[in-house]
């Protein structure tokens, strides 16, 4: 009997230990961006040339110093990686930088991942482009090259549940953001506000599982589509 508390003891030293030895997270609870995890998303497309279904990777690496600040490091199996810092406010992506760079290229402003407090009604905005709309008969094609608009984002709800095939999440955040172009689309209609949608789920202890964007417009010179995102593993 009188070993049992030295042995408490030990297994307590190295429990402590351990957790010291492990990797840090830079995330909050919503959104963890510990080193080495990642998810895999079965991402598929509608509209006019979409590509097939895919899969994206979104991991966490080995965390990066800019401006003596410690940042989350967030790479897209696309090409890119994301430098991201949370802190009382929220979470901020300040970087990007893509494969082929040596370095990170700030941005010009930091931009909102999830602005604190992480409750409904919360609210930021953040610039966008459009990714899916396409002219179909004048190059370049993609309008993300010369337009941009300012979405408003809004936490609509901290307690959602989500079923993907990675497996039911919950609770989670709901995030949806809304911005609009006005576009010529065609001769009749002339200029049509065309909404760009996005929506977001968040949840506790395993991020972002699931995201959607829609950018519909009506028929003529212009076409849309969607994505949706969802965690397999």
Not at 36 to 53: K, L, M, N, R, S
Not at 90 to 119: C, F, H, N, Q, S
Not at 148 to 160: F, G, H, K, P, Y
Request: aromatic fraction near 8%; hydrophobic fraction near 35%.
């Amino acid at each position: 009997m009188a070993r049992r508390p030295a042995a408490r003891a030990a297994c307590l030293l190295l429990t402590t230990l351990l957790a010291a030895c492990g990797k840090a997270d830079l995330g909050p609870v919503w959104f963890p961006l510990k080193e080495g995890t990642a998810i895999t998303y079965a991402v598929t497309q509608t509209g006019e040339d979409a590509p097939g279904p895919q899969e994206w990777t979104l991991s966490v690496t080995a965390p990066a110093t800019l401006d003596q600040v410690t940042m989350a490091v967030r790479h897209h199996s696309l090409g890119v990686s994301y430098y991201l810092r949370h802190d009382e406010q929220g979470v901020r992506r300040m970087a990007t930088r893509m494969d082929i760079d040596e370095e990170p290229t700030p941005e010009k402003e930091p931009l909102w991942v999830l602005k604190a407090p992480y409750t409904v009604g919360t609210e930021w905005t953040t610039p966008t482009v459009p990714y899916l709309i396409l002219r179909k008969n004048e190059h370049p094609r993609e309008l993300r090259y010369s337009h941009r608009a300012l979405m408003q984002w809004r936490i609509e709800a901290v307690d959602d549940t989500v079923t993907t095939p990675s497996g039911t999440h919950q609770p989670c955040l709901r995030v949806a953001g809304r911005a609009e172009l006005n576009l010529y689309t065609d001769p009749v209609n002339g200029f049509t506000n065309v909404p760009l949608i996005s929506r977001e789920w968040y949840c506790q202890g395993v991020g972002l599982v699931k995201f959607e964007r829609e950018e519909k417009v009506p028929p003529g010179f212009l076409s849309g589509g969607t994505l949706r995102a969802e965690a397999v593993r």
